[in-house]
């Protein structure tokens, strides 16, 4: 999101040469020996030793790094969605967990935090006291960046969806995200379902990032049968539970009978109307995201892109500890940190030629051997 010095000396003319003056030798062919210039030396080559390879040295801890981290998460919605913002809470549980070299000892979360606030919340936050700084979405990429070049040594800033020039030394880390290779896998789950080869999918809002999830998502199902048709809903709002169901309510009405849901609290919407559809008897599938959204809906859950972001989060509690903080970017995607979460009672009913193409499709994916399309007018051959 980097060559060889080929040394070959040749050992064949010096035993063919050898061997024509032990010939000559033996036949007495001492007037050639006479008058033949004398013999040079051979030369010796001599190869030092190699002196043995010094072990890496072990990082030193930073004498600037804290004695202990206050989290602060800032959220476009609210930790209930159980999607976008609900992510960070299940990151947060595992890092408290852990046992860190810096210790996290208290945490908060922001809710329904609007991009032109964010600055003023941040600026309060590192008055509380908070020192660790989770800015949870792109729209706030700009404010972050406008309070870190202000805030005090020692106060850090985490930016999920930041762009590599975001990153400061010292200040703030990125992630960013690459959705498309596991929703490929996820595409080839939900083609194996349909029974009308219909498949929809509802997003929040309009962003690269839940495209690009779009893009891998169609590809994965047309890998897995040609003839899959995809309609797209975009229901303008992160937080519309009841748009999101007349989404769905739409879709399924058009013989849609997988969707791929992206749209965080929008999402509970449409998770009801699949569930509704269901208990009346209604083949209808959902697929969820950004994490394993069967903690919502056990049983009517098909499979969610699952992200897992507390390696990521744990990585950087190091970066602080040896003084190496924003230093660089860190990614989560297919095979790090994000996954496809299991299909639970679903399983059955999931075709072994789709398990198994999820199978190698994965493990294509991850050598570089199956690279994922990225552009979904493409993928849909518009």
């Given at each position: 999101m980097y060559?060889?010095?080929?040394?070959?000396?040749?050992?064949?003319?010096?035993?063919i040469i050898a061997v024509v003056v032990i010939i000559a030798v033996i036949a007495g062919v001492a007037t050639y020996l006479a008058t033949r210039p004398p013999a040079p030396s051979p030369s010796v080559t001599t190869t030092p030793a190699t002196s043995p390879t010094a072990a890496p040295a072990t990082p030193t801890p930073s004498p600037k790094a804290p004695k202990e981290l206050k989290v602060a998460v800032i959220l476009p919605g609210t930790v209930t969605d159980y999607g976008w913002d609900y992510a960070p809470v299940i990151a947060l549980n595992k890092l408290e967990a852990m046992s860190l070299p810096i210790p996290i000892v208290s945490h908060k979360y922001v809710e329904l935090v609007e991009p032109a606030e964010a600055e003023g919340v941040m600026r309060s936050l590192i008055a509380a006291g908070y020192n660790w700084i989770w800015a949870w979405g792109f729209q706030y990429r700009e404010a972050v960046l406008k309070v870190a070049k202000t805030a005090p040594e020692g106060v850090y800033f985490t930016?999920?969806?930041?762009?590599?020039?975001?990153?400061?030394?010292?200040?703030?880390?990125?992630i960013d995200e690459w959705p498309h290779k596991t929703a490929y896998l996820a595409g080839i789950i939900a083609a194996s379902v349909s029974k009308t080869k219909k498949l929809g999918g509802i997003d929040g809002m309009e962003t690269l990032h839940l495209k690009l999830a779009e893009t891998g998502f169609v590809a994965g199902a047309k890998a897995y049968d040609p003839n899959i048709k995809y309609y797209r809903v975009i229901v303008g709002s992160w937080a519309d539970p009841e748009g999101g169901k007349r989404a769905a309510e739409s879709l399924m009405a058009m013989g849609v009978d997988v969707i791929f849901c992206q749209g965080d609290g929008t999402s509970l919407g449409v998770i009801e109307a699949v569930k509704k559809a269901r208990d009346e008897?209604?083949?209808?599938?959902?697929?969820?995201?950004?994490?394993?959204?069967?903690?919502?809906?056990?049983?009517?859950?098909?499979?969610?892109?699952?992200?897992?972001?507390?390696?990521?989060?744990?990585?950087?509690?190091?970066?602080?500890?040896?003084?190496?903080?924003?230093?660089?970017?860190?990614?989560?995607?297919?095979?790090k940190g994000m996954e496809l979460a299991p299909f639970y009672n679903f399983d059955p009913e999931i075709p072994e030629r789709a398990k198994k193409m999820v199978r190698e499709a994965r493990e294509k994916i991850l050598k570089g051997e199956l690279v994922v399309p990225t552009e979904l007018e493409k993928v849909l051959g518009k």
């Amino acid at each position: 999101m980097y060559g060889y010095i080929n040394k070959a000396v040749s050992k064949t003319l010096a035993v063919i040469i050898a061997v024509v003056v032990i010939i000559a030798v033996i036949a007495g062919v001492a007037t050639y020996l006479a008058t033949r210039p004398p013999a040079p030396s051979p030369s010796v080559t001599t190869t030092p030793a190699t002196s043995p390879t010094a072990a890496p040295a072990t990082p030193t801890p930073s004498p600037k790094a804290p004695k202990e981290l206050k989290v602060a998460v800032i959220l476009p919605g609210t930790v209930t969605d159980y999607g976008w913002d609900y992510a960070p809470v299940i990151a947060l549980n595992k890092l408290e967990a852990m046992s860190l070299p810096i210790p996290i000892v208290s945490h908060k979360y922001v809710e329904l935090v609007e991009p032109a606030e964010a600055e003023g919340v941040m600026r309060s936050l590192i008055a509380a006291g908070y020192n660790w700084i989770w800015a949870w979405g792109f729209q706030y990429r700009e404010a972050v960046l406008k309070v870190a070049k202000t805030a005090p040594e020692g106060v850090y800033f985490t930016i999920n969806e930041g762009k590599p020039e975001d990153v400061i030394p010292g200040k703030v880390e990125i992630i960013d995200e690459w959705p498309h290779k596991t929703a490929y896998l996820a595409g080839i789950i939900a083609a194996s379902v349909s029974k009308t080869k219909k498949l929809g999918g509802i997003d929040g809002m309009e962003t690269l990032h839940l495209k690009l999830a779009e893009t891998g998502f169609v590809a994965g199902a047309k890998a897995y049968d040609p003839n899959i048709k995809y309609y797209r809903v975009i229901v303008g709002s992160w937080a519309d539970p009841e748009g999101g169901k007349r989404a769905a309510e739409s879709l399924m009405a058009m013989g849609v009978d997988v969707i791929f849901c992206q749209g965080d609290g929008t999402s509970l919407g449409v998770i009801e109307a699949v569930k509704k559809a269901r208990d009346e008897g209604k083949e209808v599938y959902y697929i969820g995201y950004p994490v394993d959204q069967s903690v919502i809906a056990p049983g009517y859950v098909l499979t969610s892109l699952n992200y897992d972001y507390s390696d990521i989060l744990k990585q950087q509690v190091y970066d602080m500890y040896y003084g190496r903080f924003g230093n660089g970017k860190y990614s989560i995607e297919l095979g790090k940190g994000m996954e496809l979460a299991p299909f639970y009672n679903f399983d059955p009913e999931i075709p072994e030629r789709a398990k198994k193409m999820v199978r190698e499709a994965r493990e294509k994916i991850l050598k570089g051997e199956l690279v994922v399309p990225t552009e979904l007018e493409k993928v849909l051959g518009k």
